[in-house]
């Protein structure tokens, strides 16, 4: 009796399954949509970051007439306050450097860190434009970079990063703003879309509030879009969301600030979870393990932990102990540093005079900066510096002094970490440190979209016509875990695919 | 209704303004400046933007007057050096905001 109960349901849910495939169900929720429209285009890009705007650069390129909607007052989102570092595999830096790297190790690095959750597939097409990108923020947008420095984020087998001259991602969104403009592609800021129109044969448009003041919900005036090409959707993660990530991930809640600007919400997110977009692993969300706990969001005290300090010193504890590989990925050294603070040790990057030389070199200034907001503290003996931060100042004597013989031999037997060609002992006054703090930084799920940047459907796994997506709101691409520096890579590979697919649709 | 709402509240911002006399669109009336400088000969600008700020304020010279603000000067960043929109800050029919202090510890003074 069981058994033949038992037999039936999975007959039942077989059939169920071949149904599926066979994409007999009907395609997920549908919405009515207004009577009449109040402006047509051909595409609208939602989100002016990185993966925005080269979506509207590329879809005015193949001709159609495009529309960029901002819900803030400032165009630029996360990508205008981003870091400015372009992983950048094949570029002259690289080869100044004497640098060995090849696409088939960046495509390793990416999945390991990922624990191959990422979707091979994207993760391809990505590498495979790692160059052509570069080359396509010097030659067609006009971006600056540093011409001599590269650099090396955690999880990465070799330095690889190019930095933009001003240090900050606005070096390369101000040139795409530039190139809009040129093209006379509008940006409207304030926008607000309160809802995206899919009918059963796709989506048709938006609806928006113009005049939107953020974060009032209904203010500015309603008015509805319609794209005889279609939407692609560039609008970012939601870091800065504390009830949406907290239902995500209920460790990340109020206590944790972000690097994020305060526009990083879910408001599309939940939208597009509502008109039947598939979406995948939005529970794995980044912190950055360089975050500095004097002060408000992503800052500058980053720019010391990270490029100084992790790159060519050291990261310890309170106890003077060494605890994470400083160059781990940034899930690994995050997640290393709340298990320190949980444990009641804070955490602690340190350089000496020859391990900041690098970054004085990238970041002429920075570093005074740093001190002079007291993000960085300066001190003339190892002991000075481990009594006023309230380190065991034997132990981290110890601890710097074993490190030392891994520089020597060029081997970190104990955690592994990668040894710079150009890395020195860390003994030569003055000793500089910063205090560490993770903070929320990137959302690695989102929507589920095909090789050519289609969203897919929810119930279907088709891809709904009219709907493309990049960037942060995109899942697979860096599956658990994103590696520093590939979020611009990302977003500028994938933006530029989908809002030309989109325009010639 | 709904524009009779937003208007309702305009008005009352508009009122208690006036009778403050301490916002920003006040101190430009106090020197002179009409509202038609901001809004247009036919009041057709609703909101100004830095390009009619800028007929009057030199975005250069405001940099170089707060060069020595600590702990950053607010009129240039490397977000946006010094485009950023002036009435982010200066708001001109409410109370002024400090802009920067969304994401930063900055202790600006906003007028």
Known sequence: ?505 | MLLSCFLAVCFTGFAQAAEQGKFGADRHVAKGVPCAACHGEKNEISAPDINQCTKCHNPDELVEKTKNVKPQNPHTSPHYSNQLECTLCHVQHAEPENYCAQCHNFDFKVK
């Not at chain 1, 960046?106 to 495979?128: F, H, S, T, W």
């Not at chain 1, 190139?179 to 879309?193: D, H, L, M």
């Not at chain 1, 309603?222 to 239902?247: E, H, M, W």
Request: aromatic share 6%; net charge positive; proline share 5%.
């Open chain 1, 1 to 505: 009796m069981e058994n033949t109960s038992r037999r039936s349901f999975i007959k039942g849910s077989m059939a169920g399954a071949v149904a599926v495939a066979s994409g007999s169900f009907a395609s997920a929720a549908v919405a009515q949509q207004p009577k009449t429209w109040d402006e047509t285009v051909d595409v609208i890009v939602i989100g002016s970051g990185f993966a925005g705007l080269a979506a509207a650069i590329e879809a005015k390129k193949a001709g159609a007439n495009v529309v960029v909607l901002e819900k803030m007052p400032t165009a630029g989102g996360n990508s205008i306050i981003n870091g400015g570092i372009l992983t950048a595999t094949g570029c002259p830096q690289q080869k100044m450097h004497k640098i060995q790297d090849s696409k088939e190790l960046l495509e390793k690095d990416i999945l390991v860190a990922g624990n191959y959750m990422n979707d091979p597939k994207k993760v391809r097409q990505m590498v495979d434009r790692v160059l052509s990108n570069y080359e396509w923020t010097v030659n067609e947008l006009g971006v600056e970079y540093l011409p001599d420095a590269i650099g090396q984020e955690g999880g990465h087998s070799v330095p690889r990063y190019v930095t933009t001259k001003i240090g900050s991602g606005a070096g390369i969104v101000n040139k795409e703003l530039e190139k809009c403009k040129e093209f006379g592609i509008p940006v409207r800021t304030r926008t607000y879309v309160d809802r995206i129109i899919r009918t059963p044969e796709g989506v048709q448009g938006v609806e928006v509030f113009e005049g939107y003041r953020f974060p009032k919900a209904g203010s500015g005036k309603p008015k509805s879009i319609k794209a005889n090409k279609g939407v692609v959707l560039c609008y970012g993660g939601f870091s800065a969301d504390v009830p949406y990530r907290t239902i995500q991930d209920p460790k990340l809640n109020a206590t944790l600030d972000t690097t994020n600007q305060p526009g990083a919400t879910s408001e599309l997110w939940r939208e597009t979870s509502n008109i039947g977009c598939m979406q995948a692993q939005n529970d794995w969300i980044q912190c950055g393990p360089w975050g500095n706990p004097h002060e408000k969001g992503m800052g500058i005290g980053w720019q010391f932990n990270q490029t100084a300090a992790a790159e060519y010193g050291l990261w310890t504890n309170s106890a003077g102990k060494r605890f994470v590989n400083e160059l781990a990925n940034r899930k690994v050294r995050a997640d290393a540093i709340m298990v320190e603070q949980a444990n009641g040790r804070k955490c602690f990057a340190i350089a000496d005079a020859n391990g900041i030389k690098p970054f004085v070199a990238q970041r002429p200034g920075m570093l005074d900066k740093q001190i002079e907001r007291k993000l960085v503290m300066k001190y003339d003996t190892i002991d000075d510096m481990a009594k006023a931060q309230g380190i065991d100042p034997e132990q981290l004597k110890k601890t710097i002094a074993e490190f030392n013989g891994y520089v020597k031999s060029k081997n970190d037997p104990v955690l592994g970490r990668y040894i710079n060609n150009e890395q020195l002992p860390v003994e030569t006054a003055p000793f500089y440190i910063g205090e560490l703090q993770p903070k929320v930084h990137h959302s690695m799920g989102g929507l589920i979209t095909d090789d050519q940047c289609r969203v897919l459907d929810v119930k279907t796994d088709k891809p709904i016509k009219g709907l493309y997506a990049a960037g942060e709101a995109t899942g697979h691409v860096h599956g658990a875990v994103r590696l520093g520096s590939v979020a611009i890579l990302d977003c500028l590979v994938f933006g530029r695919m989908a809002g030309e697919n989109c325009a010639k649709s």
